[in-house]
Protein backbone atom coordinates (compact mmCIF):
# COMPACT_ATOMS: atom_id res chain seq x y z
CA UNK A 1 0.00 0.00 0.00
CA UNK A 2 1.34 2.82 -1.27
CA UNK A 3 0.95 5.79 1.19
CA UNK A 4 2.68 8.69 -0.31
CA UNK A 5 2.63 9.05 -4.15
CA UNK A 6 5.05 11.85 -5.73
CA UNK A 7 4.89 12.65 -9.46
CA UNK A 8 6.72 13.23 -11.87
CA UNK A 9 9.31 10.83 -11.81
CA UNK A 10 11.82 12.42 -12.78
CA UNK A 11 11.85 16.55 -14.43
CA UNK A 12 14.19 18.44 -16.38
CA UNK A 13 13.77 22.02 -16.25
CA UNK A 14 16.32 25.01 -17.63
CA UNK A 15 18.71 27.03 -15.42
CA UNK A 16 16.49 29.97 -14.36
CA UNK A 17 13.01 27.55 -13.92
CA UNK A 18 10.63 26.56 -11.58
CA UNK A 19 10.97 23.01 -10.33
CA UNK A 20 7.08 21.15 -8.92
CA UNK A 21 6.80 18.33 -7.86
CA UNK A 22 3.62 16.82 -6.39
CA UNK A 23 2.44 14.10 -3.78
CA UNK A 24 -0.39 13.13 -2.32
CA UNK A 25 -1.12 10.97 0.43
CA UNK A 26 -3.47 8.71 2.29
CA UNK A 27 -3.40 8.96 6.04
CA UNK A 28 -4.77 11.77 7.40
CA UNK A 29 -3.22 10.77 10.60
CA UNK A 30 -0.07 11.98 9.21
CA UNK A 31 0.90 15.27 10.90
CA UNK A 32 4.18 16.38 9.56
CA UNK A 33 5.58 16.44 6.18
CA UNK A 34 9.06 16.75 4.77
CA UNK A 35 11.32 17.09 1.86
CA UNK A 36 14.70 15.54 1.61
CA UNK A 37 17.41 16.28 -1.06
CA UNK A 38 19.30 13.11 -2.02
CA UNK A 39 22.80 13.03 -4.69
CA UNK A 40 23.93 9.60 -6.08
CA UNK A 41 25.94 7.81 -3.30
CA UNK A 42 24.76 10.22 -0.42
CA UNK A 43 21.89 9.76 2.28
CA UNK A 44 18.81 12.01 2.22
CA UNK A 45 19.23 15.30 3.48
CA UNK A 46 16.01 17.43 4.78
CA UNK A 47 15.57 20.68 2.65
CA UNK A 48 12.11 22.03 3.82
CA UNK A 49 9.18 20.26 6.35
CA UNK A 50 5.64 21.67 6.77
CA UNK A 51 2.71 21.18 9.65
CA UNK A 52 -0.73 21.12 8.34
CA UNK A 53 -1.41 23.71 10.44
CA UNK A 54 0.01 25.92 7.37
CA UNK A 55 -0.58 26.40 4.22
CA UNK A 56 3.06 27.57 2.41
CA UNK A 57 6.48 27.59 4.42
CA UNK A 58 9.48 29.09 1.84
CA UNK A 59 12.90 28.76 2.70
CA UNK A 60 15.41 30.72 0.24
CA UNK A 61 14.60 29.19 -3.37
CA UNK A 62 11.94 26.47 -2.25
CA UNK A 63 8.73 26.28 -0.90
CA UNK A 64 6.28 23.71 0.26
CA UNK A 65 2.11 24.43 -0.76
CA UNK A 66 0.39 22.55 1.65
CA UNK A 67 -3.60 21.78 0.68
CA UNK A 68 -5.27 19.32 3.55
CA UNK A 69 -8.26 19.04 2.39
CA UNK A 70 -7.01 17.50 -0.95
CA UNK A 71 -4.50 15.61 1.19
CA UNK A 72 -1.93 17.11 -0.98
CA UNK A 73 1.21 18.83 -0.71
CA UNK A 74 3.82 19.95 -2.86
CA UNK A 75 7.63 21.55 -3.44
CA UNK A 76 8.62 24.81 -5.74
CA UNK A 77 12.01 25.06 -6.64
CA UNK A 78 12.41 28.61 -7.67
CA UNK A 79 15.32 30.02 -9.98
CA UNK A 80 16.29 26.45 -10.35
CA UNK A 81 20.25 25.41 -10.50
CA UNK A 82 22.29 23.10 -11.76
CA UNK A 83 23.61 22.23 -8.06
CA UNK A 84 19.76 21.85 -7.54
CA UNK A 85 20.15 18.29 -10.06
CA UNK A 86 19.32 15.10 -7.72
CA UNK A 87 16.43 13.07 -6.36
CA UNK A 88 13.73 14.65 -4.08
CA UNK A 89 11.60 12.66 -1.78
CA UNK A 90 8.25 13.64 0.09
CA UNK A 91 7.68 12.26 2.97
CA UNK A 92 5.13 11.93 5.68
CA UNK A 93 5.01 10.89 8.94
CA UNK A 94 2.60 11.21 12.17
CA UNK A 95 4.83 13.76 14.27
CA UNK A 96 8.03 15.16 13.67
CA UNK A 97 11.02 12.72 14.55
CA UNK A 98 8.51 9.50 13.96
CA UNK A 99 9.17 7.18 11.50
CA UNK A 100 8.82 8.45 7.77
CA UNK A 101 7.11 6.80 5.03
CA UNK A 102 8.35 8.36 1.22
CA UNK A 103 7.21 8.68 -1.76
CA UNK A 104 8.84 7.02 -4.88
CA UNK A 105 11.48 10.26 -5.68
CA UNK A 106 11.68 12.52 -8.13
CA UNK A 107 14.70 12.99 -10.08
CA UNK A 108 14.97 16.59 -11.44
CA UNK A 109 17.93 17.35 -14.00
CA UNK A 110 18.59 21.03 -14.44
CA UNK A 111 20.26 22.14 -17.73
CA UNK A 112 22.66 25.35 -17.84
CA UNK B 1 32.04 12.39 14.02
CA UNK B 2 29.73 15.17 13.11
CA UNK B 3 27.03 12.64 11.12
CA UNK B 4 25.56 9.80 10.86
CA UNK B 5 28.19 7.26 10.11
CA UNK B 6 27.40 3.68 8.81
CA UNK B 7 30.01 0.82 7.52
CA UNK B 8 30.58 -0.68 5.26
CA UNK B 9 29.96 1.27 2.93
CA UNK B 10 29.76 -1.31 -0.18
CA UNK B 11 28.89 -5.38 0.83
CA UNK B 12 28.74 -8.02 -1.85
CA UNK B 13 27.47 -10.80 -0.43
CA UNK B 14 27.27 -14.38 -1.78
CA UNK B 15 23.41 -16.00 -1.91
CA UNK B 16 23.20 -17.63 1.67
CA UNK B 17 25.59 -15.48 3.27
CA UNK B 18 25.26 -13.32 6.61
CA UNK B 19 26.17 -10.02 7.29
CA UNK B 20 26.11 -7.04 9.30
CA UNK B 21 25.82 -3.54 8.58
CA UNK B 22 26.62 -0.99 11.27
CA UNK B 23 25.48 2.51 12.06
CA UNK B 24 27.41 5.11 14.59
CA UNK B 25 24.59 7.31 15.04
CA UNK B 26 25.27 10.88 16.04
CA UNK B 27 26.63 11.49 19.36
CA UNK B 28 23.69 11.45 22.07
CA UNK B 29 21.07 10.94 19.39
CA UNK B 30 18.29 8.73 21.40
CA UNK B 31 16.03 7.61 18.32
CA UNK B 32 17.56 5.63 15.76
CA UNK B 33 16.15 4.14 12.78
CA UNK B 34 17.06 1.79 9.70
CA UNK B 35 15.72 1.93 6.35
CA UNK B 36 15.65 0.11 2.89
CA UNK B 37 16.28 1.98 -0.26
CA UNK B 38 16.47 -0.04 -3.16
CA UNK B 39 17.36 1.36 -6.56
CA UNK B 40 15.28 4.08 -8.07
CA UNK B 41 13.09 3.71 -5.36
CA UNK B 42 12.03 5.83 -1.96
CA UNK B 43 13.43 4.40 1.14
CA UNK B 44 11.23 1.90 3.12
CA UNK B 45 11.01 1.94 6.98
CA UNK B 46 12.79 -1.35 8.77
CA UNK B 47 12.74 -1.06 12.46
CA UNK B 48 13.33 1.84 15.29
CA UNK B 49 14.94 2.08 18.26
CA UNK B 50 14.82 4.87 21.31
CA UNK B 51 17.62 4.29 23.33
CA UNK B 52 18.39 0.27 23.35
CA UNK B 53 14.54 -0.33 22.94
CA UNK B 54 13.66 -1.53 19.95
CA UNK B 55 9.84 0.18 19.84
CA UNK B 56 9.37 -0.77 16.23
CA UNK B 57 9.77 -3.53 14.06
CA UNK B 58 7.02 -3.72 11.76
CA UNK B 59 9.33 -3.07 8.94
CA UNK B 60 11.20 -6.08 9.06
CA UNK B 61 10.83 -7.89 5.75
CA UNK B 62 10.86 -11.34 7.14
CA UNK B 63 12.62 -13.22 10.46
CA UNK B 64 16.29 -13.28 8.36
CA UNK B 65 16.54 -9.69 9.32
CA UNK B 66 17.47 -8.69 13.16
CA UNK B 67 18.70 -5.48 14.42
CA UNK B 68 20.17 -4.52 17.91
CA UNK B 69 21.07 -1.23 19.82
CA UNK B 70 22.41 -3.33 23.19
CA UNK B 71 23.87 0.04 24.37
CA UNK B 72 21.76 2.98 23.49
CA UNK B 73 24.44 4.17 21.00
CA UNK B 74 26.07 1.64 18.45
CA UNK B 75 23.40 -0.21 16.03
CA UNK B 76 23.48 -3.78 13.88
CA UNK B 77 21.53 -4.71 11.62
CA UNK B 78 22.19 -8.36 10.71
CA UNK B 79 20.57 -10.24 7.27
CA UNK B 80 20.97 -13.91 7.86
CA UNK B 81 20.75 -16.25 4.82
CA UNK B 82 20.91 -12.89 2.09
CA UNK B 83 18.84 -13.30 -0.65
CA UNK B 84 18.82 -11.39 -4.35
CA UNK B 85 16.08 -9.29 -2.98
CA UNK B 86 17.84 -7.92 -0.48
CA UNK B 87 20.15 -6.18 -2.45
CA UNK B 88 20.02 -2.52 -1.70
CA UNK B 89 20.67 0.63 0.05
CA UNK B 90 20.75 -0.17 3.83
CA UNK B 91 20.23 3.71 5.31
CA UNK B 92 20.72 4.32 8.94
CA UNK B 93 19.23 7.50 10.47
CA UNK B 94 18.91 9.35 14.10
CA UNK B 95 17.28 12.11 15.92
CA UNK B 96 17.52 13.97 18.93
CA UNK B 97 14.55 12.82 20.76
CA UNK B 98 12.27 10.78 20.69
CA UNK B 99 9.01 11.57 18.55
CA UNK B 100 8.98 15.08 19.51
CA UNK B 101 9.74 17.38 16.56
CA UNK B 102 13.27 16.60 15.64
CA UNK B 103 14.80 16.50 12.34
CA UNK B 104 15.97 13.04 10.69
CA UNK B 105 19.27 12.79 9.74
CA UNK B 106 20.22 9.86 7.76
CA UNK B 107 23.60 8.50 6.73
CA UNK B 108 25.35 7.75 3.43
CA UNK B 109 23.91 3.96 3.65
CA UNK B 110 25.68 0.65 3.16
CA UNK B 111 25.52 -0.77 -0.21
CA UNK B 112 24.72 -4.59 -0.39
CA UNK B 113 24.90 -6.47 -3.66
CA UNK B 114 24.17 -10.54 -2.93
CA UNK B 115 24.97 -12.51 -5.81
Known amino acids: QQQVKQSPQSLIVQKGGISIINCAYE??????FPWYQQFPGKGPALLIA?????SEKKEGRFTISFNKSAKQFSLHIMDSQPGDSATYFC???????????FGGGTRVLVKP | GAGVSQSPRYKVAKRGQDVALRCDPI?????LFWYQQALGQGPEFLTY????????KSGLPSDRFFAERPEGSVSTLKIQRTQQEDSAVYLC?????????????FGEGSWLTVV
Open chain 2, 93 to 105: ASSLRGPSGNTIY
Open chain 1, 27 to 32: NTAFDY
Open chain 1, 50 to 54: IRPDV
Open chain 1, 91 to 101: AASKAAGNKLT
Open chain 2, 27 to 31: SGHVS
Open chain 2, 49 to 56: FQNEAQLD
